[in-house]
């Protein structure tokens, strides 16, 4: 595979490179002249230990003798501008070449998935299975992805144009590349981020899904028509519903939102109509697929003309078309039109579900408003009483409450928009199904409470019981995921909440989040405590006869959850529930997972095979699965990795680092999301404020990449001492999952590099911290290697390997220019006009890392 990858890649990557230096731009020969000259600079500068300061000035003084101050630092700036488009072009080039890197009916295909379902009883197991198993993929609003549409739409003709060896059309979109901007002159509005996520569902989950699920049904040989399960795959959808922490969402942009999606849908159900239609030209066909063109195009432009006001209105139309193609004409193109029905059964007129997502103490300030207007209405209730009553007695008073609500009744804007968010919801599923709105996800969920608290301002802000939402606790730091299942328990246990769950079908959703568990108890810690916690977690569910649905919050790089997601939940066993596959995907994870109609289709058919792996095949996976033994000793191995992380944590210069060295303070000016970059409106900088995406996304500029892999290494150690070195190895052969957890983390460790802050190791404040990270790594390493009984870190995953390790070359210069002008702002000598220069260069560096990396926040 490597030679295929430096084949279809590397080589072409090169060829197309050579092309920058013909671009018939100011100063572009020049930089691409002196680029190769920085790059070796580097390599060699950074292995004789030399600090970035010393490197970029020897290469100054070798290259621009004679350059002024402001050349130099220009010419650093065209140097960053010259590398961004490098990181585009091999983007554009790996992806060009996936089908020839990626066997797409290997391991993990429909295509394997139904050859190893060679018998009519496994068969059958696997339609039983289907009938209610889903994929739902989650776009969020999270912003890591750096490029604009404009670039994005670039991206997308280039990689045509390489996959046809079109030399000259790619000579021309590198020139619209030189001439474009690649950097936001304005922070997005919650509005933009939507509509940036939604050229992704119109241009290419549209097309992936249904042809997945095509490619399912003919492996079946089910007939396209008679699928009744068309639940299978869902997307749901965050921009601008996720308000936590966001004050730019509010209830008219969760609407407009709504309406965009339900519109764009509409456009691409009327373009597939319009192409039936040519088709479709037949006598008593042909009326319907023209009143099917009309009430779509009227409910897009003229709502007040006759028009369809649900998916079903359509389908119906559609539905007796069909009935007379067969009848009358021979069946002809009927597949066209099947196509067109299954789309509409797919996203009905919804296209992605959109989630309110709120965090928990805000649900708390708003019942104290309520409480405190009751108190001044009813003198025998107080609210210092209520305050001092137990969980149990809290939570019994709020569901027996009914009260009038209006938005009036709130003072605070967040819990006014709380009340409005939950009308929009309703409003919502009025317009676009109850689909298009049906989930509100509590954050930083602790407890029963929590959760009561919004299902009471639910009642009483729709005056009914009837409640089509379901209630989605996420638990997410250590403490709060051991507590998990007593949480439920207690819900299960109350009469209200059981009855609320049975009218959506004794069925509960439960969201762990991968990226506040690592950032509070670190990798290793976060991982295990999620595996655990769902265990318990799917143990107290059924015994309460509650089927439980995980969602994943998952972001792109190991630290937050990401790396390879297939083997994870192909791992997870029998003691977890598998009914549904849900996770988030966001920034880079969904342009190099979900960029292309390929890489699309190639990711959700692998997360959907992972899915099915162990309802299916646990009779022959009995071996891969973790015993109680296993499960004590990964339980003292994540006990170990935690209290070295929390080491590192709780040392008192960890968040003086994070604020003075790296940079993590100039996120906020990156203008890439419309949230604020942390929770707290304070001045200071807390840790628990902390955003996960800044956190993660500042240990990969420094290339340290704490989040994925510290405390591993220590834990290792730990066993190591205690003879139990044998046992961790025989562990790592039989289990997925322990492979898997390694492999993620190998790939952390594989896109750090130290040397580049070396230089920290004489900053008097600073070394000791430096030094705890440096020697954590070179442990991480040596012990992982011994562990897996690999040579080499991810020699299991050659193609990540080398990609990984040109990335990582291209950005050298890029985080070699970061770093100096890192440490020339820690020098504390430079003017206000030098200190603005700095900054510009750190913040234009930060664009170009992260994006070469692909899923580094």
């Known amino acids: ?7 279809a890649v590397v080589t072409k990557y090169n060829i197309f490179n050579s092309l920058f230096l013909s671009l018939p731009f100011q100063d572009i020969y020049r930089t691409g002249t002196l680029l190769p000259l920085l790059v070796q600079a580097s390599e060699e500068g950074f292995n004789a230990g ?27 700036f065209n140097l960053i501008k010259f590398i961004e488009r490098q990181v585009v072009l091999f983007d554009s080039v790996e992806d060009a070449g996936f089908d020839h890197t990626h066997d797409s009916n290997g391991q993990g295909s429909i295509t394997q998935l139904l050859n190893r379902v060679d018998s009519d009883d496994l068969r059958q197991k696997l339609l039983r299975k289907l009938e209610d198993f889903c994929v739902r993929i989650v776009l969020t609003a999270h912003p890591t992805q750096f490029y604009p549409g404009k670039v994005l739409g670039i991206i997308t003709d280039l990689e045509e144009s390489i996959k046809d060896n079109d030399f000259v059309e790619v000579n021309h979109l590198l020139l619209q590349l030189g001439k474009t901007g690649f950097i936001n002159k304005n922070k997005p509005t919650p509005l933009d981020e939507a509509m940036t996520l939604c050229w992704f569902l119109e241009n ?28 299978l795959f869902r997307l749901g959808f965050w921009p601008g519903g996720d308000r936590d922490g966001n004050p730019f969402v509010t209830s008219d942009v969760t609407l407009e939102v709504a309406d965009r999606l339900r519109q764009i849908l509409l456009k691409c159900y009327w373009r597939d109509i319009k192409y039936l239609k040519r088709r479709l030209t037949f006598n008593g066909v042909e009326e319907f697929i023209s009143t099917a063109e009309r009430k779509t195009n009227n409910a897009i432009y003229y709502p007040d003309q006759e028009h369809y006001t649900k998916a079903e209105e359509l389908l119906a139309d559609l539905s007796q078309a069909r009935e007379v193609l067969v009848r009358d004409h021979d069946s002809l193109f009927v597949e066209l039109l099947d196509e067109t029905v299954l789309k509409v059964k797919l996203f009905g007129f919804f296209f992605a579900s959109l989630d309110i997502r709120q965090v928990s103490p805000k649900h708390s300030l708003a019942w104290q408003e309520i409480l405190t207007k009751i108190e001044k209405q009813v003198p025998v209730f107080s609210f210092s009483d209520y305050e001092s009553w137990d969980e149990k007695r809290k939570i019994d008073f709020l569901l027996s409450l009914q009260v009038e609500l209006a938005e009036s009744d ?65 638990f997410e730091t250590v403490d709060d995921l051991a507590n998990a299942s007593e949480v439920m328990k207690m819900l299960y246990e109350n009469p209200y909440y059981r009855a609320h769950l049975a009218k959506r079908g004794n069925q509960q959703t439960i969201m762990v989040g991968f990226s506040d568990g690592t950032k509070d108890g670190g990798y290793l810690r976060a991982n295990w405590s999620i ?23 998952r972001g792109g790089p190991p630290g937050r959850g990401g790396g390879n997601n297939h083997a994870f939940y192909a791992s997870l066993g029998k003691d977890i529930e598998d009914k549904e596959i849900q996770l988030t995907v966001q920034g880079q994870t969904i342009s190099s997972n979900y960029g292309t109609v390929p890489t699309a289709i190639y990711n959700l058919e692998r997360l959907f095979t992972a899915g099915l792996e162990n309802n299916l095949f646990m009779s022959k996976n009995t071996k891969d699965q973790l015993s109680e033994a296993d499960k004590a000793l990964m339980e003292e191995l994540a006990d170990a990795a935690y209290h070295a992380y929390l080491g590192l944590k709780n040392h008192p210069t960890f968040v003086p680092y994070l604020e003075k060295i790296t940079p993590l303070r100039f996120y906020g000016q990156t203008k890439i999301g419309s949230r604020p970059d942390k929770r707290g409106s304070g001045g200071g900088l807390k840790f628990e404020d902390l955003r996960a995406i800044p956190f993660v996304g500042s240990w990969a500029q420094m290339k340290q990449n704490v989040p994925g892999f510290y405390g591993f290494g220590s834990g290792l150690e730990t066993l190591k001492n205690e003879g139990k070195m044998d046992a961790l190895k025989k562990l790592y052969k039989r289990s997925l999952f322990v492979r898997t957890l390694v492999e993620n983390s190998m790939q952390s460790l594989m896109k750090a590099y130290y040397p580049a802050t070396k230089y920290l190791q004489d900053n008097p404040e600073f070394a000791t911290i430096w030094n705890m990270m440096f020697e954590e790594y070179e442990r991480s390493i040596a012990l992982m290697l011994e562990f897996s009984g690999e040579k080499d870190l991810l020699n299991q995953n050659p193609v990540t390997k080398e990609s990984i390790k040109i990335r990582e070359r291209i950005v050298l210069p890029l985080m070699t220019i970061q770093q100096y002008a890192l440490q020339k702002l820690q020098s504390g000598e430079l003017s206000a006009a ?13 664009f170009g890392i992260i994006n070469a990396a692909r899923n580094s926040a």
């Open 1 to 7: 595979m490597p030679n295929v990858y430096q084949d």
């Open 50 to 76: 030399k600090s970035p300061l010393q490197i970029i000035e020897s290469f100054f003084e070798e290259y621009t003798e004679n350059a002024t101050e402001d050349e130099r630092r220009d010419l650093l």
């Open 204 to 231: 290419v989950f549209y097309k992936a899904i249904p042809m997945l699920v095509q490619r399912l049904l003919n492996g079946l040989e089910v007939p396209m028509h008679e699928w009744t399960h068309t639940g």
């Open 410 to 474: 709130f003072k605070d804007p967040i819990t006014q928009d709380i009340y409005g968010s939950m009308l929009a919801i309703r409003e919502i599923q009025k317009r676009n199904g109850i689909e298009g709105a049906h989930r509100y996800v509590i954050s930083n969920c602790a407890s029963a409470l929590n959760v009561v608290e919004v299902l009471a301002l639910f009642k009483n802000v729709w005056k009914t019981d009837d409640l089509h939402v379901d209630i989605v606790p996420l």
């Open 531 to 553: 595996f655990s916690a769902k265990e318990q977690l799917t143990k107290i569910s059924r015994e309460y006869d509650v089927k439980v649905t995980f969602f994943d919050g």
């Open 834 to 846: 030098d200190v603005d220069v700095y900054n510009k260069l750190v913040i234009r560096a930060m």
